[in-house]
């Protein structure tokens, strides 16, 4: 059974911090790492996908894989409220069959 | 590049009532298609699959169904709803051939009362 971990959270962050999204999986042959923000109400938007190990960056988003301790995060520098939401991670093994991990809300409070 | 459409946006519908829910994708051919629930405060939950035209594959035992009549066409049926059924359907697809990234529809949320 593929498994993605996320704390449900919510995390709370002043408006201005980093805030630090984690997720951890349980499938050691999975390549394809993705990170949706999903607004209440809305469907997944895709914000960072990742494919080797190391960081991605994109903006304010970046975006860290390390495959021998199974854990992907993404962390957003200078939080705005716009950024509350329910994000979710999600990682594919080459099956086109992603599992996502139950999302993690975050709270940017001003 | 690729736009998935789904209607209605909403729904309510009786206990014991038929469902229909449309997907279709433009900007692609040949995706592979996805139909998801998410009830309320819960992940995602994933219904059906399909790689082609008339190929589905069931991930969870219920009262739904999903048919693929065209290559670019994903429907979810129920022939009586269940109050179980309420919840945010999202349809997914994924272009295979380039990277395995999953775009979702907007959604219909489903309220069975």
């Known amino acids: 059974q593929k498994e993605v971990e996320q704390n449900s959270g919510p995390l709370s962050v002043p408006e201005g911090a980093i805030a630090s999204l984690n997720c951890t999986y349980s499938?050691?042959?999975?390549?394809?790492f993705f990170w949706y923000r999903q607004y209440s109400g809305k469907s997944p938007e895709l914000i960072m996908s990742i494919y080797s190990n190391g960081d991605k960056e994109d903006g304010r988003f970046t975006a860290q894989l390390n495959k021998a301790s199974q854990y992907v995060s993404l962390l957003i520098r200078d939080s705005q409220p716009s950024d509350s939401a329910t994000y979710l991670c999600?990682?594919?093994?080459?099956?086109?069959?992603?599992?996502f991990g139950r999302g993690t809300s975050l709270i940017v409070h001003p | 590049s690729q736009t998935i459409h789904q209607w209605p946006a909403t729904l309510v519908q009786p206990v014991g009532s038929p469902l229909s829910l449309e997907c279709t994708v433009e900007g692609t051919s040949n995706p592979n298609l996805y139909w998801y629930r998410q009830a309320a405060g819960r992940g995602l939950q994933l219904l059906f699959y399909?790689?082609?035209?008339?190929?589905i594959s069931s991930e969870v035992p219920q009262n739904l169904s999903a048919s693929r009549p065209q290559d670019r066409q994903f429907i979810l049926s129920s022939k009586k709803l269940l109050l179980s059924d309420s919840g945010f359907y999202l349809c997914?697809?994924?272009?295979?051939?380039?990277?395995?990234?999953?775009?979702f529809g907007p959604g219909t949320r489903l309220t069975v009362l």
């Open positions: 399909s790689v082609g035209i008339g190929q």
């Open positions: 999600a990682v594919s093994g080459g099956s086109y069959i992603p599992t």
């Open positions: 997914a697809q994924i272009s295979v051939g380039s990277t395995d990234t999953q775009y």
């Open positions: 499938d050691r042959g999975s390549q394809s």
